[in-house]
């Protein structure tokens, strides 16, 4: 089933889209703040994201640039405000669409669905092979020796991003924003809590690992080996 994350602080528009586009076959998960948005799409994984704007705690802007670090899921963006600037920021950051509030679920529904298949995701990117290690970035799944490799949804956010960023380095600071949000570039101790997981799981050496390597001061990158 393609699940849907809705971020709106509107609960009756939240219950409204639950209710329609659960009809329609869609699973719907809601999040009424900036900060749960981001929590909630690191933990669902949403094939696709509708996304207000004017949200509490951090901007829709924010939330789409923090998903769009790791994600590249669509995201769709339904706001009651008409500046371009203000579209032009949201489709910068990494939205794929802008439907003006109010809007039909006719119209919606055909938004999404051009949306989905658009976003489909490239064979090319799908596979991506390191030595021992074979990361399905399509079905979300990694195998170490052949034997499927449990992730949590932080420890696979973050592979997601070093891998896209292949022998490229990444600070911690941009790590912190687009897997936790703005705000949290300072706590390195919740990156390097992960990344310590992630060695446990993908490396024969945690203490001296090939693949997610330590650049010290600056960040982290994946080298395929």
């Known amino acids: 089933m393609t699940t849907i994350l809705v971020v709106d602080d509107d609960h009756a528009l939240c219950r409204a889209l639950s209710k329609g586009l659960g009809a329609h076959g869609y699973d719907v998960v809601t999040a009424m703040t900036g900060h749960d948005a981001i929590t909630l799409a690191a933990k669902t994984y949403p094939h696709l994201l509708l996304v207000d704007l ?11 640039t ?6 590249s899921a669509p995201i769709v963006v339904v706001s ?3 500046q371009e600037a203000i579209k032009v920021a ?8 802008y439907l ?3 809007f039909g679920i006719n119209e919606l529904l055909t938004r999404i669905r051009g949306a989905l298949r658009r976003g489909a995701p490239v064979g090319e990117e799908r596979d991506v092979v390191a ?7 399509g079905s979300r799944q990694v195998r170490r020796h052949g034997e499927l490799v449990h992730l949590t949804p932080k420890e696979w956010a973050t592979l997601v991003v070093l891998v896209r960023h292949q022998a490229s380095v990444v600070s911690e600071q941009e790590l912190l924003e687009q ?6 570039q300072e706590e390195s101790k919740y990156l390097s809590t992960v990344v310590d997981a992630l ?12 693949r997610v390597v330590t650049e010290p001061g600056v960040g982290y990158r994946f080298v395929a080996t």
């Open 54 to 64: 004017g949200m509490p705690q951090f901007s829709g802007v924010e939330v789409i």
């Open 66 to 71: 923090a998903v769009r670090g790791w994600s």
């Open 80 to 82: 009651t405000r008409p």
């Open 90 to 97: 949201a489709l910068e950051a990494g939205a794929d669409d």
């Open 100 to 102: 003006m509030k109010p």
């Open 131 to 137: 030595g021992d290690l074979s990361i399905d970035l």
């Open 179 to 184: 897997l936790w949000g703005p705000g949290y």
């Open 199 to 210: 060695r446990e799981k993908l490396e024969d050496d945690p203490s001296s690992p090939p």
